[in-house]
């Protein structure tokens, strides 16, 4: 059993780094966390993240809907790749949603 582990690991990631291309977003030079839908949580995470971040973020969205607006994707050497993809939103979203968690609960009392 011990020995399937490894192969099962290597068989997810390329599975996936196979969705992750497939999803299309990269291509226009977008993180994960770019794509995620902005209700009152992720807004306020939005409104934690540091200045640059968020500059870095504007910037991204604004370039996809440039390229999609004249229907192009980027050169192949600029998509990011999944290796390059990190989730810099789900730290301040994770900390958001457990304080209004709490909040909620402290009003249930």
Same mark, same amino acid.
């Given at each position: 059993m011990a020995s399937r582990a490894p192969a099962t690991g290597r068989l997810m990631l390329g #599975? $996936?780094?196979?969705?992750?291309?497939?999803?299309?977003f990269n291509k226009l030079g977008l993180m994960r +966390?770019?794509?995620?839908y902005e209700d009152s949580d992720v807004k306020e995470?939005?409104?934690?993240?540091?200045?640059?971040?968020?500059?870095?973020?504007? #910037? $991204?969205?604004?370039?996809?809907l440039d390229l999609s607006m004249k229907q192009q994707i980027l050169p192949? +050497?600029?998509w990011t790749k999944y290796e390059e993809d990190i989730h810099?939103?789900?730290?301040y979203l994770n900390e958001v949603i457990?304080?209004?968690k709490?909040?909620?609960?402290w009003m249930k009392k």
């Amino acid at each position: 059993m011990a020995s399937r582990a490894p192969a099962t690991g290597r068989l997810m990631l390329g #599975f $996936r780094k196979w969705y992750y291309g497939l999803c299309g977003f990269n291509k226009l030079g977008l993180m994960r +966390d770019d794509t995620i839908y902005e209700d009152s949580d992720v807004k306020e995470a939005l409104r934690r993240l540091p200045e640059n971040m968020y500059n870095d973020r504007m #910037f $991204r969205i604004k370039r996809a809907l440039d390229l999609s607006m004249k229907q192009q994707i980027l050169p192949k +050497d600029q998509w990011t790749k999944y290796e390059e993809d990190i989730h810099y939103l789900s730290p301040y979203l994770n900390e958001v949603i457990h304080e209004r968690k709490e909040r909620e609960e402290w009003m249930k009392k």
